[in-house]
């Protein structure tokens, strides 16, 4: 199956919204309220496994380099003309908001300095959209997180992006879902080949091909399965278009693995239904570069990978990490 990447021509949210428009009247799945414009970002989590760095300082603001993951989420929601944003946090997550928020005493401090460069930086963080809270009072799972941007999204089509997982800017995964969304209606995953051993720390799919190379029809989930029960090695990542009757569906779903609300119980039970009944479930083949921050040895991959191909750090670290690496 082709490459994602390798897609020349992939749609922009905006280039869907124009084709809605210009077709109103077809389906009532092309009305121009089925445009998503929406994102949620769960980042609720404690961060255990940074701890004692996670004590007082979200995981999702741990830096990539200089700026913090959540931002890079962000920003990837943004990019793919998502301009409403809610993160969906709990009561230790506050700093989420102060750095997304004007910070008045340090850029005045930077004007007085006539320091334009990092005046601009700290200020992309609050320029980039419209930003919203909501309190997950309880971790009962991704489910329960998605279910608490109920009253926020209302009746409309919306995208999940979880907020450790990263997808390079370079590859418009986002984007692409969002087309398979407008094609097909229902809700869209994204998925990733793993090696087999793997597949147990991960939701898992069934897949049944389509017509296009990079597009499947999920036609099973399940959380976590054993190795020699694992209906594939495609495992469900970060990234989600979700049809707005996942909610109702989420209200009945009781706690699954781990005693939590499983998003996969749901979408498992949306795959069973047509389009009029706001299924099918379909999945994107994703091939690109993906950053999985929530585990320390990633994150460190993670950082080592961004700082050896930014123009500013490059000439003096990779050389240094070669040293390095030779003298071990």
Known sequence: MADIADKADIATNADIATDIAANAGKADHDAAGDVVTRAVVPAAGLGTRFLPATKATPKELLPIVDKPVIQYVVEEAVSAGLSDVLMVTGRTKRPLEDHFDRAIELEGALEAKGDKEKLALIRQSDDLAAIHYV???????????????????????????????????????????????????????????????????????SIAPTDEDDVVKVTD?????????????????????????????????????????????????????????????????????????????????????????????????????????RDR
Request: net charge negative; hydrophobic share 40%; with cysteine.
């Open 221 to 325: 989930l399940v959380e976590k399965p054993p190795v020699d029960e694992a209906p594939s090695n495609w495992i469900i990542i970060g990234r989600y278009v979700l049809d707005p009757t996942v909610f109702p569906v989420l209200e009945k779903t009781p706690p699954g693995r781990g005693g939590e609300i499983q998003i996969t119980d749901a979408l498992q039970e949306l795959a069973r239904r047509d389009r009029s009944e706001g299924g099918p479930v379909h999945g994107v083949l994703f091939r690109g570069r993906r950053y999985d921050t929530g585990n320390k040895l990633d994150y460190l991959r993670t950082v080592v990978q961004f700082a050896a191909e930014r123009p500013d750090l490059a000439p003096e670290f990779v050389p240094w990490l070669r040293e390095f690496l």
């Open 135 to 205: 309190r997950q009072g309880t971790a009962l799972g991704l489910g329960h997180a998605i279910l608490c941007a109920k009253q926020h999204v209302g009746e409309h089509p919306f995208a999940v992006l979880l907020g450790d997982d990263m997808i390079d800017e370079r590859d418009k995964l986002l984007e692409r879902m969002l087309q398979v969304r407008s094609e097909y209606g229902g809700s869209v995953i994204a998925l990733m080949e793993v090696p087999r051993e793997q597949v147990s720390m991960y939701g898992v799919v």
